[in-house]
Nanobody, 118 residues
Framework: QVQVVESGGGLVHPGGSLRLSCAGS????????MSWYRQAPGKERELVAAITSFGGSTDYADSVKGRFTMSRDNTKNTVYLQMNSLKPEDTAVYYCNARRRISGIHYWGQGTQVTVSS
């Protein structure tokens, strides 16, 4: 069955770093564009970063440009989100999304909590 599983969240001090991972299975991972979203309490889910199926292009929300880097390893069916210079406003549940552009089919992970606090 299809699975999208995030990991790597946790508690970090402001200015610190975390690396999130998202592993996909049960679908042809390399054909899917991948994205990271986040949702803070009381706020709507927002797009943080995205990468095309073969990793040729990435895009970032203005709020994380220069601090976050998204990458993928299709040999491991995994995408990563390296988060540096973290701020309290980065606190949220981070979700991974896999989307097949040609069909619109997409899958969500269960989310991983990131808390930035002193």
């Amino acid at each position: 069955q299809v699975q999208v599983v995030e990991s790597g969240g946790g508690l970090v001090h402001p200015g610190g770093s975390l690396r999130l991972s998202c592993a996909g299975s049960g679908f042809t991972f390399s054909l899917y564009d991948m994205s990271w979203y986040r949702q803070a309490p009381g706020k709507e889910r927002e797009l943080v970063a995205a990468i095309t199926s073969f990793g040729g292009s990435t895009d970032y929300a203005d709020s994380v440009k220069g601090r976050f880097t998204m990458s993928r390893d299709n040999t491991k069916n995994t995408v990563y989100l390296q988060m540096n210079s973290l701020k309290p406003e980065d606190t949220a549940v981070y979700y991974c999304n896999a989307r097949r552009r040609i069909s619109g089919i997409h899958y969500w992970g269960q989310g991983t909590q990131v808390t930035v606090s002193s």
